[in-house]
């Protein structure tokens, strides 16, 4: 169902907005925040993204060097476990393709690491395949700091907890290592259309 993802005219047939809700999902125009813990205020001269493989390998890149590479645009329905949906938001930044390709590495997992503590895991096929992003522009805009700004992760195919804000590194494992909400019960994967809000769901 990665087709639902996207919004109408990108790809195949427009589709009515009933057929882009999830089960359980009700649409919302607002854009809530929802965060758990303070906001961090990370400035764009001290940010930097670190991928780390198993075997201890690490890509980094600061603002300037995220910025030159290959930039995307994209839009996407968003899909949040508290049951809100956002149709066709609009972001710019790079795919994770672009920092993960050539990379050594056997492994299957992925915990996404914020800034403020926050931590997230997902298996490393979901980042791959223009399916997810490092973004920085909402709507035409600065990604503001409340949003994850100034860089989120943004994996709109699973349910929006998946996608860390205020990330700064991708730690590639072996062996798969829940992350904040998962620990707390939440679903390891996460798919809102097979509706995975939970452990056992
Ligand atoms: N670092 C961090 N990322 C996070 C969260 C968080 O608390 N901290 N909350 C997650 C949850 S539960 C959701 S629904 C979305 C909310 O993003 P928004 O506040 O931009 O709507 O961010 C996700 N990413
Ligand atoms: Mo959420």
Redesign the pocket.
Known sequence: MTLTSFSPGFRGRPRAVTERLPPGQYPTES???????PTPRVPTENWSFTVTTELGETRSWTWDQMMALPQQDTVAD?H???RWSKFHTRWRGVSLDAFLEGLQTTAEHVVAD???G?T?NLPLADLLGGRAWIAHTYDGYALSP???GPA?LLVPHL?????????RGLRLTHEDDPG??ESAGYHNYGDPWREQRHWGD
């Not at 854009?31 to 813990?37: E, K, N």
């Open positions: 854009f809530p925040v929802l965060s758990a813990g968003i949040c476990v508290t914020s800034y403020g926050y997230t409340e949003h994850g989120r349910y929006f907890w998946k996608s860390a804000k205020w990330v904040f909400w």
